[in-house]
Structures are given as structure tokens and as C-alpha cells.
């Protein structure tokens, strides 16, 4: 990355972490062995903290922080390139001082607290308070995107487009939910990317209601909700997007709920703005997806209180969505001060904290017909009132419907980034 940029990010975070008054050591972690004892390891990621802070993946590397040094403070370790690595990989050199080296850095610090972030790195003995703080700090500094950042998670999104592109010549009856799989990925690397961000989803019929459902040899069938929940990666830099189609033309009844969750969403989407606190969008989100079960005849009763009530969870499990950027949930959680929310429908709610410019953040409403939540007697009989039951088991097998989109909150207003995407289900 631009050293300019990087230089910025340190300066941010160590001025973050000014109060801490502690050594900074960030690990980046080694390779994970497969199981069965071969030779293989699982992909290699580095920590998303030393990501931040390095600038790029290293095996085994270490960033070190010495906070009274001022920004020639700032260190970092690396292991030297051994032939195998050269023999089997072709790897590079490294940039960076021999991690040998790094004990006398800490040698000579000996005595003062260490904030240890990213991997566990071997014989530091880390104070629990000041890494507590710091990890605080770092989440904080990290939520706002810098321009380098942003440009990233745009070839992310490109990539990401391109690959959407391909699916409506592809949806159709008899094709497989792997098969989908297989061209949508095929799809982002050939527009630039380096792969997925996460596992792809896709889920044809009832499968559409899992929400985190792993493509099947399933085929579709003619009707079909067919889920697809998938983005890019570029540079460890990732866009989420969801998109949910039929597989042919759709009855009254799946357009409705479509709709449904379309306007919610657009409607969240336009309370992503600086100062708004998340949990609100979300239950505001949760009364307009309520609102439109009602206007289906599977709800009965005020959207607020239904929501008060918690009968939205039945059809909509899962928070209004994540931060993203450098991962899936970006240095989502809470804020400062706060703790979890211990209502049993924001249990999924990633995030808990105001919005702020320069943040990403994940818009994805969904509904569902979950028979796992439906068929339940205890949630039946709690819910007789106010739930239409019959309409409900007449399309307990409809899947769902669930529509994401990558918001970046600025003064001016949301702006959408993957809104290059279509929405519509023709």
C-alpha cells in the first residue's frame, strides 16, 4: 500500500493508543496444519489487525509499537525466506527487520506493559487490561475508511458486479445450486479478483431460507427462490452482497414478499448517516418488514407492537447487518461503554454502536419461512394470535428472500456502492 497511507494509519492509532502508555505488539500467526497430518495447511490469512498496521499478509511477522519513541517507534519483524519456501512456493523476500531480532527489542523494553492484538506471539506475556484497551482503540480507528481502503473495497465491488452480471442468463430450471457457485466465483476472478471474501451462498426453494446455506448439488426448479449471498476479495479487501431471484416468473405472493423486504431495505439504507445509532435502524427496519407481513395477511396487529413483542424474529432471525471492509465484519461490535442488548431477537445484531463517516456498513432485511422457528409448538402457541398460521404453513416451503447492499455513510448522504447490482426480480 502507499506508504502515505500507512504512515497515517500508524499516527491514528497511535494516537489512540496515547492513554495506554504500553509496548504494542500485533502477530500476524502462522499457517494452521491440516488435521490428518500431511504437509498441507489450511489458506494462510494474517490477522486483520496486522493487516492494519503492516499493510500486507506475513507469515509469522510481528509489528512492534514503542508509543515514546513517537513514529520512529514503529518496527517491524519478519521471518527470513528459508529454500523450501523458495524451492516450493517461489517466495519472495520480505521487507523488514529478521524476527531474530525482535527478543532484544522487547529485551530492552523489559518491565513495561505489552498490548498484545492479532495472533498470540510466542514468549510475550501480554497485560489483559492494557490489550483490552487497546484492541478498543484499534476497532475504533479501523471503522472509518481511508481513500486507499475505499478504492479496494471498489475493485472488490467491480469484481463483485461482474460476477452478478452473470447470473440471470444463468438461473434458470435444472441448473444446480454449485453450478451457480462455480461461475459466479469464476466470474469475480476473471474481473480481478483474488477470490471470495467468505463461504458463497446459494439456496434454490427451501434451502433459500438457511441463511447460511452451502451450495448443493440441488437443482432448480421451476419457481424457485434462488438466494445468492456472495462477494470479492481484493487485497483482503471485501464487498457483501445479496441478491434473491425466481427461477421463472414469480407469483403474486413471492413479489409481495420481495417488495417487502426491497422497501425496508431502501428505506434503511437511507438512515445510514452520521450519528444514527445502528440498533435503531435495525428495529426501525424490523417494524417495515413487519409492516409488510401484515399487508400479506401473515401478521395481524400494529407493526411497533408486534416488533415490541418480538414476532418479527419468527421471520426476520438475524441483525440488519455488519460493518465490512478489511473482512466480512470489519471491526463490527460494540461501542465504547455499552453491552449486548439481551433481547433474544438482537442476539444476531453484529453491531451496537452510532454510524460515523467514512464507515461501510452491510444493509441485508431478509424473510423467511424457517420451518426450524415455525413448526415450533412453544413459538406457536405463543404466537396464535398474531400470526396467521394457515397462510403460513401454505408456503412453509417458499425459502426467503433477502436483498444486501454495501452503504459507505457520509454527510452528504448514504452512498450506495454496490447499487450497480439489480434489485428487481424480473
Known sequence: MPPAYLSARRERLA??????????????????????GSDQTYPYRAHAEYVFTAGGDCVGGVIAHDPREGAAGWRSFVPPVTEAERVWCGAPPREGEDIASFNAWRNARAGRRIAALGAPVAGVH????????????????????????????????RATLAGYARLPELIRPGVTERSLQIELEAAFQ????????????????????VLHFEPSTRAVAAGDFVLVDAGAEVHRYVADVTRTYVAGKPTGFQRDLHAAVRQAQERAIARCVPGAEWKQVHLAAAVDLTAGLVGMGILR???????????????????????????????SGLARGRTRDPRPSLRSLRMDLPLAEGFVVTVEPGLYFIPALLQDPARRERHRETVNWNLVDTHLAIGGVRIEDDVLVRASGPEVLTAGIPKALD
Open 15 to 36: 494516537a489512540a493508543l496515547a492513554p495506554i502508555d504500553a509496548l504494542l505488539v500485533i502477530g500476524a500467526g502462522g499457517p494452521i496444519p491440516l488435521p490428518e
Open 126 to 157: 501480554a497485560d489483559p487490561a492494557a490489550t483490552e484497551a487497546a484492541r478498543l482503540a484499534c476497532a475504533e480507528v479501523r471503522r472509518p475508511k481511508d481513500p486507499h481502503e475505499l478504492e479496494l473495497i471498489g475493485q472488490a465491488v
Open 190 to 209: 476473471h474481473a480481478g479478483a483474488d477470490g471470495t471474501g467468505y463461504g458463497t451462498i446459494v439456496g434454490a426453494g427451501p434451502n433459500a431460507a
Open 301 to 331: 396487529g400494529q407493526p411497533e407492537s408486534l416488533v415490541e413483542q418480538e414476532v418479527h424474529a419468527l421471520f426476520f432471525p438475524h441483525g440488519l447487518g455488519h460493518l465490512v471492509g478489511l473482512g466480512v465484519r470489519d471491526a
